[in-house]
């Protein structure tokens, strides 16, 4: 700081050159170099257009242009200057004149004859102020310069967050699966805090009324001893875990879904993303199927067993009366013929089975 101080600017205007030529022997003696100086207050304007000085040493009373005259236009030069401090020269020792000149924008006084210790301490004293007040006017620039840019970069920031919850929010709404989402703590889960379209399609319930239940109220599996705890830890051990449960939808109905859930952070909270997908058809139609596989199994069976038997006797009965050595009077012929008969109404019976069972089973596959 010291020797920025030293380094620093000053202008003089006096118009007494004996009183400029102390004023410089006193600077240079104490280290001060960069000095410039005139009687002439229109030079000092021109100069004051050029180059900004560190401190200007200002002599009130002159023959042309007063020293107040100077500090009002001084006055006009603009906000965006920095801070330069003003040590009026006077021999003047008038209150009113010091609080006029204070009122203009003097900083501080040095009256004639000058005490050569006064003025260097004065002029270091008001370096030293400049210095700091340049200093921290550089700070709160440089300050309000990163506040801006942070500024900005939130904004940007922002837009490209409501850019992406825009988007999500659409991509949310337009899923056709049932999602739900709910916090989660050493409590439980919460209600639900916000769900989709598609929920309040499958569900029944508006969304105010979802909001106002939670998975307690929908998941009839809950209330399975570890359940809940189980897909919990699976979710906190894997960060997602699908299961199959039976959900009541507001009407009563109950439906098979299988659930996927995932666990996240949502504002600071540990939240939980149910998605849901209607699984009831394809249940039945693999119940379906299992059955009719059951029906086409006993279908088999009954082809490869019970139909042999009737059968068999018929083709017995047959092979008997066809040998030669029957004459076709055998007292046992009405039995033979009754055996054919029964045989023939059992098969009979046992194709009708058989095609009941077909249909059954077709009936089912298309179901």
């Known amino acids: 700081m010291k020797k920025a101080i030293l380094n620093s600017r000053i202008f003089i205007l006096d118009d007494q050159i004996q009183n400029i030529i102390l004023l410089e022997n006193i600077l240079n003696l104490s280290g001060f170099q960069n000095i410039w100086s005139t009687t002439n207050p229109q030079d000092l304007l021109i100069q004051l257009e050029k180059s900004d000085p560190d401190i200007l040493l200002l002599d009130l009373m002159m023959p042309t242009i007063s020293g107040f005259e100077i500090l009002g236009k001084l006055n006009t030069l603009g906000e965006n200057q920095k801070f330069m ?79 992406n919850e825009k988007k999500y929010r659409l991509l949310f709404e337009a899923n056709l699966d049932d999602i739900n989402l709910f916090y989660l703590d050493e409590n439980g889960p919460s209600k639900f805090i916000e769900t989709n379209r598609a929920s309040q399609t499958v569900l029944g319930y508006s969304k105010e009324e979802l909001l106002n239940l939670s998975i307690k109220d929908l998941d009839t599996r ?26 009541r939808k507001k009407d009563g109905e109950l439906r098979n879904m299988e659930v996927k859930s995932n666990i996240l952070e949502l504002e600071g909270k540990t939240a939980v993303m149910n998605i849901y997908r209607d699984i009831t058809d394809r249940i039945k139609s693999m119940e379906a199927i299992i059955n009719q596989n059951k029906a086409l199994k006993e279908i088999a069976w009954i082809q490869s067993h019970v139909v ?59 179901f």
Not at 112 to 137: A, G, H
Not at 149 to 160: D, G, Y
Not at 330 to 336: E, G, I, Q, T, V
Request: without cysteine.
């Open 222 to 247: 809950l209330s399975e001893k570890g359940y809940f705890e189980g897909t919990i830890q699976q979710m906190l051990e894997n960060g997602s875990h699908v299961v199959e449960t039976i959900i």
């Open 85 to 163: 401090p003003v040590l009026v020269l006077t021999a003047d020792t008038n209150p009113k004149s010091k609080e006029k000149a204070l009122k203009l924008g003097a900083s501080d006084f040095l009256t004639k004859p000058f005490d050569i210790s006064e003025v260097t301490l004065r002029i270091q004293n008001l370096l030293t102020t400049k210095y700091l007040v340049d200093q921290l006017k550089d700070h709160n620039n440089l300050l309000e310069e990163k506040v801006r840019q942070r500024t900005e970069q939130l904004q940007i920031a922002k837009e490209e967050a409501e850019k």
């Open 308 to 366: 042999r038997a009737p059968l068999a006797r018929m083709m017995g009965v047959i092979d008997l009366m066809n040998n030669p050595d029957y004459e076709g009077k055998d007292p046992n012929l009405p039995k033979f013929l009754e055996i054919i008969l029964n045989s023939a109404r059992e098969l009979d019976q046992i194709i009708r089975d058989i095609s009941k069972k077909t249909f059954e089973a077709q009936k089912e596959q298309k």
